[in-house]
């Protein structure tokens, strides 16, 4: 007998201590990645919002990926060492589809959070779904009003209500009109038919009266129209003086286009992010785009600590500036992780109670337009504010700058209005 | 109100161009062609990257998109669609050739998605798109040549399939297939020829739009929707009523906004078109009974 070749007590022992210790090590192991607290993301990925959609995900990929890669998570409890795990799944802008995603994001794919939808239509749907189901759903840029008011515990929006921004688009035409020598009596609206444009549309109707203007055309498009011309030729025979705008990406870029075509020009235009905020929307437009006002939550000349950093890191991985509506998904996310920080629990109680307690300002804040996030007991960021840039050359690009309120106006440019060869 | 009217009839020649790759698919092949949409994103693609590539002038990239779409429609039908007719030699209107177009329609347009990214993109033509004016009336440059562009190419198609040899084998084969091949007529080389046609005037299409539109994957599915109610409109099969249902869409449009909001329209076109298929089902150049 060769005792040798047999296992000895010492080999039996030395197997079953790395027996063991591989079973704890793999148990571990396995704990930390079921311990990775995962967010769904349902954005428009293809369709005519894509290219917005698209620059959403870009951003929340720039935050996580330098958030995992500094260790993930840190904080005093069961969340400690998580790191997050991001699913993004595209919504088509059809809110049909951005409900089945939810459901998916909620059933297989067992999300603890989620963020989106870029449309109004598709939010206001997903959300009810995920409020259902007790799942936190942060909501960045989606302005319909009645996202947060209908008595939901789990949604919370950081951009303005559109009442909001419509508000904020006629001080600036009080002020335009305060400014100018010429008499500012007349008011065009021209918007694309969807909640976006629609929900506009009305508040501007209401504005208009009490601000004393008259409304000399209110004209709607569709959204996917292969001719604007004759939405152009209207604003050519009723001269508006001051037209304001809602459009989504294509459509803003056509109508921009057909108007320079024409050669009509009202004395203002002032659009309403959405698709003219698109970096597309320059791309494809440059000179005719040129005086167009434009109102956003952020801008990148803005005199903020860490903006221009902020800035040059997105735009050396991405090719494009951050422009509002991205900005609005960077402060979504850093909420959520100051959040999950701050409880260290995937509990959406906690979550909610964390959210509505904490006034977010300073680090990762101080690049944002506004001083802080407060979300008040409807979820919603009351501190949202907003800013009033203008198309203009700069060197030999087309670039949106900063002109309003005056004391954040860029040094050397002042507004332009009316705009030049105005008809 | 004249630029209007003058935006109507140009923009609807143009919406007659587009239509009548469907319009004479479903004449020659009687099936109806899903993926017009995708041929038509398939011409604006085309003309866009010639474009960008060469820096020529955009009507130049009908040099290279004419053969560029209409092989792409020829194999297509070769490889694609012929199998399902061989299959089904005794039925006329082979229902899975159709379904095959719909599988084509969402190939085309998800390989463009995957290989062009989700952006839209357009060319700049600082002389063509800025409007001209004549006798009061402005017009775009870009859309007057499109004007042109389509009469012509209708006009040479009419006059193809009415007198050359080609032309008339398609008309025989359209008319009874079996009759056509007994007479020697190759009717599978036949179906090549015609989608290939019908795919080369989606490319032209393309290449007219592009300079005052923009392309996307997704781009022709509005269009798609539009050439299915001007070819009913006009008359299955008809090239001349594919032209006048278009003028009438673009008329409609552009007239009927300066009196309604535009997205009535809208309404008003799917009205009519729900009133001429009660009224006249086989459409306003469409023989009675013929189906």
Same mark, same amino acid.
């Given at each position: 007998?060769?005792?040798?070749?047999?296992?000895?007590?010492?080999?039996r022992?030395?197997?079953?201590?790395?027996?063991?210790?591989?079973?704890?090590?793999?148990?571990?192991?396995?704990?930390?990645?079921?311990?990775?607290?995962?967010?769904?993301?349902?954005?428009?990925?293809?369709?005519?919002?894509?290219?917005v959609?698209?620059?959403?995900?870009?951003?929340?990929?720039?935050?996580?990926?330098?958030?995992?890669?500094?260790?993930?998570?840190?904080?005093?409890?069961?969340?400690?060492?998580?790191?997050?795990?991001?699913?993004?799944?595209?919504?088509?802008?059809?809110?049909?589809?951005?409900?089945?995603?939810?459901?998916?994001?909620?059933?297989?794919? !067992?999300?603890?959070?989620i963020?989106?939808?870029?449309?109004?239509?598709?939010?206001?749907?997903?959300?009810?779904?995920?409020?259902?189901?007790?799942?936190?759903?942060?909501?960045?840029?989606?302005?319909?009003?009645?996202?947060?008011?209908?008595?939901?515990?789990?949604?919370?929006?950081?951009?303005?209500?559109?009442?909001?921004?419509?508000?904020?688009?006629?001080?600036?035409?009080?002020?335009?009109? !305060?400014?100018?020598?010429?008499?500012?009596?007349?008011l065009?609206?021209?918007?694309?038919?969807?909640?976006?444009g629609?929900?506009?549309?009305?508040?501007?109707?209401?504005?208009?009266?009490? !601000?004393?203007?008259?409304?000399v055309?209110n004209?709607?498009?569709?959204?996917?129209?292969?001719?604007?011309?004759?939405?152009?030729?209207?604003?050519?025979?009723?001269?508006?003086?001051?037209?304001?705008?809602?459009?989504?990406?294509?459509?803003?870029i056509?109508?921009?286009?057909?108007?320079?075509?024409?050669d009509?020009?009202?004395?203002?235009?002032?659009?309403?992010?959405?698709?003219?905020?698109?970096?597309?929307?320059?791309?494809?437009?440059?000179?005719?785009?040129?005086?167009?006002?434009?109102?956003?939550?952020?801008?990148?000349d803005?005199?903020?600590?860490?903006?221009?950093?902020?800035?040059?890191?997105?735009?050396?991985?991405?090719?494009?500036?951050?422009?509002?509506?991205?900005?609005?998904?960077?402060?979504?996310?850093?909420?959520?992780?100051?959040?999950?920080?701050?409880?260290?629990?995937?509990?959406?109680?906690?979550?909610? !109670?964390?959210?509505?307690?904490?006034?977010f300002?300073?680090?990762?804040?101080?690049?944002m337009?506004?001083?802080?996030?407060?979300?008040?007991?409807?979820?919603?960021?009351?501190?949202?504010?907003?800013?009033?840039?203008?198309i203009?050359?700069?060197?030999?690009?087309?670039?949106?700058?900063t002109?309003?309120?005056?004391?954040?106006?860029?040094?050397?440019?002042?507004?332009?209005?009316?705009q030049?060869?105005?008809? | 109100?004249?630029?209007?009217?003058?935006?109507?009839?140009?923009?609807?020649?143009?919406?007659?161009?587009?239509?009548?790759?469907?319009?004479?698919?479903?004449?020659?092949?009687?099936?109806?062609?899903?993926?017009?949409?995708?041929?038509?994103?398939?011409?604006?693609?085309?003309?866009?990257?010639?474009?960008?590539?060469?820096?020529?002038?955009?009507?130049?990239?009908?040099?290279?998109?004419?053969?560029?779409?209409?092989?792409?429609?020829?194999?297509?039908?070769?490889?694609?669609?012929?199998?399902?007719?061989?299959?089904?030699?005794?039925?006329?209107?082979?229902?899975?050739?159709?379904?095959?177009?719909?599988?084509?329609?969402?190939?085309?347009?998800?390989?463009?998605?995957?290989?062009?990214?989700?952006?839209?993109?357009?060319?700049?033509?600082?002389?063509?798109?800025?409007?001209?004016?004549?006798?009061?009336?402005?017009?775009?440059?870009?859309?007057?040549?499109?004007?042109?562009?389509?009469?012509?190419?209708?006009?040479?198609?009419?006059?193809?399939?009415?007198?050359?040899k080609?032309?008339?084998?398609?008309?025989?084969t359209?008319?009874?297939?079996?009759?056509?091949?007994?007479?020697?007529i190759?009717?599978?080389?036949?179906?090549?020829?015609?989608?290939?046609?019908?795919?080369?005037?989606?490319?032209?299409?393309g290449?007219?739009?592009?300079?005052?539109?923009?392309?996307?994957?997704?781009?022709?599915?509005?269009?798609n929707?539009?050439?299915?109610?001007?070819?009913?409109?006009?008359?299955?099969g008809?090239?001349?009523?594919?032209?006048?249902?278009g003028?009438?869409?673009g008329?409609?449009?552009?007239?009927?906004?300066?009196?309604?909001?535009?997205?009535?329209?809208?309404e008003?076109?799917?009205?009519?078109?729900?009133?001429?298929?009660?009224?006249?089902?086989?459409?306003?150049?469409?023989?009675?009974?013929?189906?």
């Amino acid at each position: 007998m060769h005792r040798k070749y047999l296992m000895g007590n010492k080999t039996r022992l030395a197997m079953a201590f790395s027996a063991i210790l591989a079973l704890v090590a793999f148990s571990t192991s396995a704990q930390a990645a079921s311990k990775d607290v995962v967010i769904g993301n349902i954005l428009p990925l293809s369709g005519s919002s894509a290219s917005v959609g698209i620059q959403g995900k870009q951003m929340r990929e720039l935050i996580i990926d330098k958030f995992n890669a500094a260790g993930g998570i840190k904080c005093d409890g069961a969340l400690n060492g998580s790191k997050i795990k991001m699913i993004y799944l595209d919504t088509r802008s059809d809110p049909t589809v951005g409900v089945t995603d939810v459901q998916q994001l909620i059933s297989q794919d !067992h999300v603890d959070l989620i963020t989106g939808a870029w449309n109004s239509g598709v939010t206001y749907p997903a959300t009810q779904i995920a409020e259902m189901n007790k799942i936190p759903f942060v909501v960045p840029v989606s302005v319909m009003d009645r996202i947060t008011e209908r008595g939901f515990k789990y949604t919370f929006r950081v951009a303005a209500k559109d009442s909001w921004w419509t508000k904020d688009q006629f001080k600036f035409v009080d002020y335009l009109a !305060h400014k100018s020598s010429a008499k500012i009596k007349t008011l065009g609206f021209v918007y694309v038919n969807n909640d976006f444009g629609k929900s506009f549309d009305d508040a501007w109707v209401k504005l208009a009266k009490k !601000h004393g203007y008259k409304v000399v055309l209110n004209q709607s498009y569709g959204e996917s129209a292969t001719d604007l011309t004759p939405v152009v030729l209207k604003m050519k025979s009723t001269k508006p003086q001051i037209v304001l705008l809602v459009s989504d990406a294509a459509d803003a870029i056509l109508l921009q286009n057909t108007m320079a075509s024409y050669d009509v020009h009202p004395l203002a235009l002032i659009s309403s992010g959405g698709g003219q905020a698109d970096p597309a929307f320059i791309k494809n437009t440059g000179d005719s785009a040129r005086y167009l006002f434009d109102v956003s939550e952020w801008s990148t000349d803005m005199n903020r600590p860490g903006l221009k950093e902020l800035n040059k890191s997105y735009k050396k991985r991405f090719g494009a500036d951050i422009n509002g509506e991205s900005m609005d998904a960077y402060i979504g996310m850093h909420t959520i992780l100051t959040t999950l920080q701050n409880t260290c629990s995937t509990d959406p109680d906690k979550f909610r !109670h964390a959210m509505l307690n904490t006034e977010f300002k300073g680090g990762p804040f101080s690049v944002m337009a506004y001083p802080s996030v407060k979300f008040d007991k409807t979820g919603q960021n009351v501190n949202a504010g907003l800013i009033m840039v203008q198309i203009r050359k700069v060197g030999n690009k087309y670039e949106r700058v900063t002109v309003y309120p005056e004391q954040d106006t860029r040094a050397g440019y002042k507004i332009v209005f009316p705009q030049p060869n105005h008809y | 109100m004249g630029t209007a009217i003058l935006n109507g009839i140009l923009m609807g020649s143009i919406y007659g161009l587009t239509a009548i790759g469907l319009t004479l698919i479903y004449g020659i092949l009687r099936i109806i062609n899903f993926a017009q949409g995708a041929q038509l994103m398939l011409g604006l693609f085309a003309t866009y990257w010639f474009v960008e590539l060469t820096g020529a002038n955009p009507y130049l990239s009908l040099i290279f998109v004419v053969p560029f779409t209409y092989y792409t429609g020829y194999y297509i039908e070769k490889f694609f669609i012929n199998p399902a007719f061989k299959s089904e030699k005794d039925t006329r209107e082979p229902m899975s050739a159709m379904i095959i177009t719909a599988g084509i329609w969402y190939m085309i347009d998800n390989l463009a998605l995957m290989l062009f990214g989700a952006e839209y993109r357009t060319i700049s033509v600082p002389n063509f798109s800025h409007a001209i004016s004549f006798f009061g009336l402005y017009a775009p440059l870009s859309k007057i040549i499109g004007f042109f562009i389509s009469i012509i190419v209708s006009g040479a198609l009419f006059w193809f399939l009415k007198y050359s040899k080609i032309g008339k084998a398609i008309r025989a084969t359209s008319q009874d297939r079996e009759a056509a091949s007994l007479m020697g007529i190759n009717q599978y080389k036949i179906f090549n020829v015609a989608f290939g046609i019908g795919a080369a005037i989606c490319g032209i299409s393309g290449t007219v739009l592009l300079p005052f539109y923009y392309v996307y994957p997704n781009a022709g599915a509005h269009l798609n929707i539009l050439d299915f109610v001007i070819v009913i409109l006009g008359g299955l099969g008809s090239i001349p009523g594919a032209l006048v249902g278009g003028l009438i869409i673009g008329l409609i449009e552009s007239v009927g906004s300066q009196f309604v909001s535009y997205g009535w329209t809208t309404e008003i076109i799917y009205v009519m078109f729900l009133i001429v298929l009660f009224v006249r089902p086989e459409g306003l150049f469409g023989v009675k009974g013929q189906h």
